[in-house]
């Protein structure tokens, strides 16, 4: 996104990803200065449109792909924070209730808090390389196949929305056609 200067910098761009499609045109001018008018949302036959992306997403929620993926990630993802957690409490515990302890010297001027303390610095780089590597190995091939079939699905669901409604302005083009020449 571009950086907006002047005036009307504060304003929402129309490329924003997060501007809200829906709600566009509530509240905004039209360029002459009036608001623009609020058009009601077209009805849509549920029956003869399909399932919408919102069906399809819970579909692929409820498979059991999506929840193999989710299993193996709490799988990792829970014990992994419960261990990091406990060290890091730890490491609290003792810098509190053990001075004695944490002052006691390793090597010269480094003591055990030292030590403990790098420590926690080394465990969070090993932790976030298993997990990466953990998410290579185990999650994102499955995540992924997941994700085209997901993109697969829209899509055709999509093109037969856009056939349906060229057919239905084919329909009333040819309508409008026939109501001319009976004139």
Known sequence: ?????????????????????????????????APAPVLPPQSVDRRSAGPCTADIYLEVQRSAAFQEVRGRYRGFVVPAALAFLTWYLAYVVAATTA?????????GAVN??????LGQFLTT???????ARHARVRRDRAAL????AVFDRT??????????EATAREQAGTQGMTRGNER
């Not at 055990?112 to 303390?117: C, I, R």
């Not at 780089?125 to 997990?131: E, G, H, I, P, V």
């Open 125 to 131: 780089f090993l932790l976030t390389w298993a997990y």
């Open 1 to 33: 996104m571009e950086k907006q200067e002047g005036r009307d910098a504060a304003g929402v761009r129309l490329d924003d990803p997060w501007y809200d499609a829906l709600a566009s045109g509530w509240g905004e001018l039209d360029g002459t200065g």
């Open 112 to 117: 055990v808090a030292m030590v403990a303390g």
């Open 145 to 148: 196949d997941l994700r085209w």
């Open 155 to 164: 899509r055709a669901q999509e093109q037969t929305k856009a056939q349906a």
């Open 99 to 107: 001075p004695g302890l944490m002052a006691r010297p390793v090597a």
